[in-house]
C-alpha cells in the first residue's frame, strides 16, 4: 500500500457526457501526476498538479482539467466523453514535482480508475 | 524528446528461474534516474528498483539488478529466482524534463510452477 487512493475504482460513462476521478494523496506530498493507461499500453502523462497550479501537461486536449486542492487531494476532469477515452487512470503523488539527485522524489501511485465509455 | 522502447511485449519462466527484460532509452540528457516500475493484476504501479546515471555500479534490490549501459542507452532488469509473485506487467520509465515520468509499452511476465 502506498497511500495514494484514488475513487472510484470502476466507472461507466457515455459517450458526451463528463466524469470526475479523485485522488487523494500520500501525507506530506504536494504534488500528483495524472496519467492515462490505454490497455495494452503504458501509462501516458495528462497534467500534474503542484500546491494548486498546474505545474506541466502532456499532449491531451483541453477537455482534460484539474484541480488540486490544499489538502494536496486532486480530482481530474474529463468533459464530452469519447470511446478512446476509455483507459485506466492513475494517479501518482511525490514530495517534489521533480525526480531530483538529492532527495527521494520518487511517484507513489494509486491503484487507479478503470473508465470504460459506451 | 526521450523515448522508452521495451522490445519483449510477453516473456515466460520457471519458478526458481532468472530472467532478464530489456530496455532502450533515448535522451541527451547526462544526469537522470531510470526507473523499472511492476504492475501486478491488481493494477498499482510499485517501484522495483531505479538506477542514478551518474553511478557506474548497477542497483540491486534483493532478487532485483540492473543492467546499466549508459553508452549504449540500455537499462535491463534482471530477476532472479523467480517467484509467482513476479507475475506482472513490467513498465520500464524515465523522467522527462523533471516533470513527467515516460513509459515504455510494458512487457508481460509470466512465472510458472
Known amino acids: 500500500e502506498t497511500g495514494v487512493t484514488q475513487s472510484p475504482t470502476h466507472l461507466i460513462k457515455t459517450r458526451g457526457q463528463q466524469v470526475t476521478l479523485r485522488c487523494s494523496s500520500q501525507s506530506g506530498h504536494n504534488t500528483v501526476s495524472w496519467y492515462q493507461q490505454a490497455l495494452g499500453q503504458g501509462p501516458q502523462f495528462i497534467f500534474q498538479y503542484y500546491r494548486e497550479e498546474e505545474n506541466g501537461r502532456g499532449n491531451f486536449p483541453p477537455r482534460f482539467s484539474g484541480l488540486q486542492f490544499p489538502n494536496y487531494s486532486s480530482e481530474l476532469n474529463v468533459n464530452a466523453l469519447e470511446l478512446d477515452d476509455s483507459a485506466l487512470y492513475l494517479c501518482?503523488?511525490?514530495?517534489?514535482?521533480?525526480?531530483?539527485?538529492?532527495?527521494?522524489?520518487?511517484?507513489?501511485f494509486g491503484q487507479g480508475t478503470r473508465l470504460t465509455v459506451v | 524528446a526521450q523515448t522508452v522502447t521495451q522490445s519483449q511485449p510477453e516473456m515466460s519462466v520457471q519458478e526458481a528461474e532468472t530472467v532478464t527484460l530489456s530496455c532502450t532509452y533515448d535522451t541527451s540528457e547526462s544526469n537522470y534516474y531510470l526507473f523499472w516500475y511492476k504492475q501486478p493484476p491488481s493494477r498499482q504501479m510499485i517501484l522495483v528498483i531505479r538506477?542514478?546515471?551518474?553511478?557506474?555500479q548497477n542497483a540491486t534490490e534483493n532478487r532485483f539488478s540492473v543492467n546499466f549501459q549508459k553508452a549504449a542507452k540500455s537499462f535491463s532488469l534482471k530477476i532472479s529466482d523467480s517467484q509467482l509473485g513476479d507475475t506482472a506487467m513490467y513498465f520500464c520509465a524515465f523522467p522527462s524534463g523533471f516533470q513527467k515520468l515516460v513509459f515504455g509499452t510494458g512487457t508481460r511476465l509470466l512465472v510458472s510452477p
Open positions: 501518482a503523488s511525490s514530495l517534489a514535482p521533480t525526480v531530483t539527485l538529492l532527495m527521494n522524489t520518487e511517484a507513489f
Open positions: 538506477q542514478e546515471a551518474y553511478k557506474q
